[in-house]
Every structure is written in C-alpha cells, then in structure tokens.
C-alpha cells in the first residue's frame, strides 16, 4: 500500500512556470500528479480534498509558520505566552461564534445595505474600494461598537499597510530587516494601538467592557483571570484587518458572478424580497432563510478561494497519501484545486449554486469546502463572514441588475500573489425598480 518515495515532480512546473501563472500551474499539478505533488525539491503542494485536509488538522505534524501580519510590538514584558494566546482566541470566540453573530443580524444588515443603496447606477464603476469601505464599516463596528468611528481611520491604514507588505518582491528580507514597508506597517500598528489603549483602560475603569468582541476580551474568564492589557492590544490589528479584508475579496468574486448569471441574481433578489423594508428589522431567522442566498456564496467561494493556498511546514519526517515528506519541507494546501475535482463536485467549472442544496432547496454539504479552512487553525470568522457576505448579495440583488462592461477584455485583473482577487473590477448597477 504505502508510497514511501517521494510525491511526483511536475514537468516544467518550477518556479518560473508558477510565477507566470499560479493557478494554471496548480490546476496542471493536479491533472499530471493527484493527490501531492513537488513544486521544487522540500516544497509539495496538496492538492486533493484528503491531504488537503489532513495537512491541516494535523497540527503537530504541519505547523503553521509563525508569521502574525502585524507581530506583537516590543514591550516590557515580552511575547504573549501561549497561555495569554489560547485565553485571547477563546474571548474573542465568545464574540465571534454563530450565536454572538446571529444576535446582531439587523446591525449587520444595516451595515450592508448602505453599500447597496449608494451605488451610483447606469455607469462603469471600480467597485471593490467601495465594498471594502463598506465591510470595514460593518467590520470595526462588530469589534468595538460605539468606539468604532475613533478607530476606522486608523483600521483603514493598517489594511493599507498589509496591502505595501504582501506586494510580490524580489527579494524576501529577514524577518528582521527593517524595510520601509515594515517600518510603515509598524507605524500603523503603533497608531491603531495608541488609539485603542485609552478605550481598553476606559472601558476597564468605568467597569462597562460592552458586548461586543473587544468587551468580551476584556471579561476575565475563570480560568486565567482578565487577560492582560497588551495581549488584548496585540491581537486586535490582526483581528480587524480581518473583518474587512478576505470579505472584500469573496465580495469582489460574488458581485461579478451575479453579473455574469443573472438568473441567479433574479433568484436572490426573489429571496431578498422576503427580508423586512428596514434592515435593521432582519433578523437571524430571515438570514437562515436566505437558501439560495447562501449557496451563491458557497458556490462563489469554492470556486475562488479567497484564501487559495495555505501554508504549513513539516516537523519531522511524515507520511503523507502515502509519500515521504522530510522533515523542514514546506506544504502548500491548495483549496482551489481541492473544490475543482470532479470527484468531490461534479462539473466542477460549472457555476452551480444548487449543488448546495439538497431536493427540499435546504443547505447541503456535497463535497469538499475548504475555503475557510479547518482544523485547529480554521478561520475565526466564519460566522460573521457568512453574514456579512450573504446579507450583501441579497441587498444588492434586491436593488440592482449587474453587468459587467462590454468589450472582448474583462474589466478586472486576478491577482494569486496572497489571495485570489479581482483587481480593479468594474461593474454597472441598473435599478430593478
Ligand atoms: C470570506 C471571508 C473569509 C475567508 C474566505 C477566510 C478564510 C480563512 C482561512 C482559509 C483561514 C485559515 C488559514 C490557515 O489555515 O492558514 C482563516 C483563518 C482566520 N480567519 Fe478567516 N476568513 C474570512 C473571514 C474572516 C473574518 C470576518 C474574520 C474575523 C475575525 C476572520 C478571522 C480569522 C482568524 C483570526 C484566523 C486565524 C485562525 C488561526 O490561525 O488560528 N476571517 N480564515
């Protein structure tokens, strides 16, 4: 049974192939190879749902790099330790968890709904700017309520920060040489926590933390007590870039798959026509009964991973779908070509919404869906993501027909450097009304 040699290198698909086309070359790895396959020698890409899967709950095996976007900043008493981390993931899940999300619907909804009610109709617009206002609106609101018009502006610049930092170079520098982009990236991180230490100690002082994620950060749990100052500072960058920023891109992907299909775009609007005239009236069980509202989205993010390519390392010489992989290798997990077998989805090309869902139209689970991840690193926000994204493609749907504008070049650019995005999508709203 076992293979104990190593995985198939693929015929001229070296580094220089993958730099010319990422996507191409990973689709091509997958044909000529299956499950694993060898980028270049120590680098393996998993390419099928079952390693890709395995990779990544076995933690102990494949570690995920230490690599926080914005690092914990320098101070007295060191790194968070491992403790202060498991503490700050379980509050901020008190925060983020279906339950915590389901409750603030209609604040959500809201949120949202202004995207749709402001965009300008009848001409080519670029549209992610402002989709990505838009989440990081409904995002910083979600983390720190009332508290978050002080701390937008200051969000708005970490996402550009991240933005100069994952721009494809040349040359990647030591974690510890100071570039100009990490010396901006540190600015931004200093200016984010200077304007949210004065809100903690506030909040701290006056005994009202609030309900939201920050406040139930600052809750000391009866295991480990309040969680210090600096760990709530340290992670919340991270945490709020990533309100706004994977939703983005998923919603750049959605916006121009209901451009493309406008019958199902007329199938959400139908749905959405069932949500309350105010948004603020939605409720969890209006957004649970968005079916085909929600498949969209699922379909949409099988088929463009925002998250395309995960990365993990190997600790010590393992198996892997049989192969040897030596210890020090790198793994790269490869939802994309993991939701483009026909074995887990059939036709898998195909723009097919309906697949999640079963003959009664209830949500079904018909094959492989890593977009979010899974296993001990699986994506913190998904509850919050679905909603977001959802409740934007049924108000948008509701208000306006999409269309993409004509001429033989499609109005965007995909870029697979750190997610799959569009870049630079135009689209054009026409009233339904
Ligand atoms: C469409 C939207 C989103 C997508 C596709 C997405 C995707 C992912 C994926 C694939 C991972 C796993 C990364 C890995 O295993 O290396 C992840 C992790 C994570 N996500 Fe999301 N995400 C989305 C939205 C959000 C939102 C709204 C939040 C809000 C808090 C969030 C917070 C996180 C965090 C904190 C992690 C790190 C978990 C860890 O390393 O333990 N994500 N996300």
Redesign the pocket.
């Known amino acids: 049974m076992g293979r104990t040699h190593e995985p198939p290198r693929l015929p001229e698909g070296g580094f220089a192939a993958w730099s010319r086309d990422r996507l191409a070359v990973a689709r091509r790895g997958a044909d000529e190879c299956g499950d694993v396959w060898q980028l270049e020698p120590g680098v393996y890409v998993a390419a099928t749902a079952e390693p890709c899967e395995a990779v990544?709950r076995r933690a102990q095996d494949f570690p995920?790099a230490p690599s926080p976007l914005f690092p914990p900043l320098k101070r007295s008493n060191g790194a968070p330790t491992p403790e202060e981390r498991a503490h700050a993931?379980a509050a901020?899940m008190r925060g983020?968890r279906a339950q915590a999300v389901a409750a603030r619907t209609g604040e959500i909804a809201t949120g949202v709904a202004r995207f749709a009610d402001c965009w300008p109709t009848g001409q080519d617009v670029e549209i992610l700017p402002p989709v990505r206002r838009t989440l990081a609106e409904v995002?910083v609101r979600y983390?720190f309520s009332e508290d978050a018009p002080t701390l937008l502006p200051f969000a708005s610049r970490l996402f550009l920060a991240r933005e100069v930092l994952v721009r494809p170079s040349r040359w990647v520098w030591p974690r510890w040489v100071p570039t100009p982009a990490r010396r901006f990236r540190t600015r931004q991180q200093v200016a984010f926590t200077d304007a949210l230490r004065p809100i903690v100690r506030r909040r701290r002082s006056s005994g009202r933390l609030g309900d939201d994620?920050l406040g139930q950060m600052l809750r000391p749990s009866s295991r480990h007590g309040p969680l210090p100052d600096e760990a709530v500072l340290d992670t919340l960058p991270?945490?709020t870039v990533?309100?706004?920023?994977?939703?983005s891109?998923?919603?750049g992907w959605i916006l121009l798959q209901l451009a493309r299909h406008p019958r199902a775009a007329d199938r959400v609007a139908a749905e959405a026509a069932l949500l309350p005239a105010d948004p603020a009236a939605t409720t969890s069980t209006h957004l649970d009964s968005l079916h085909y509202t929600q498949a969209v989205v699922r379909e949409v993010?099988r088929l463009h991973?925002?998250?395309w390519l995960?990365?993990?390392h190997v600790r010590r010489r393992t198996q892997l779908a049989g192969y040897t992989i030596d210890a020090g290798s790198t793994v790269l997990?490869c939802?994309y070509t993991a939701h483009r077998d026909a074995r887990e989805h059939p036709e898998p090309d195909r723009f097919q919404p309906e697949r999640w869902l079963d003959d009664t139209g209830s949500p079904a689970e018909p094959g492989a869906f890593?977009?979010?991840?899974?296993?001990?690193?699986?994506?913190?926000?998904?509850a919050?993501?679905?909603a977001?994204?959802t409740l934007l493609t049924a108000q948008t749907a509701r208000r306006h027909h999409l269309s993409e504008p004509p001429g033989p070049e499609p109005g965007y650019q995909v870029t697979t450097f750190e997610g799959l995005a569009t870049v630079g999508l135009r689209l054009r709203a026409t009233s339904r009304s």
């Open positions: 990544l995920k993931h901020r983020l995002g983390l994620v991270g945490i990533a309100t706004f920023e994977t939703p891109r998923a919603a993010l991973p925002p998250s995960l990365t993990r997990v939802p890593l977009s979010f991840g899974t296993g001990p690193h699986g994506c913190e926000g998904v919050l993501a679905m977001m994204l």
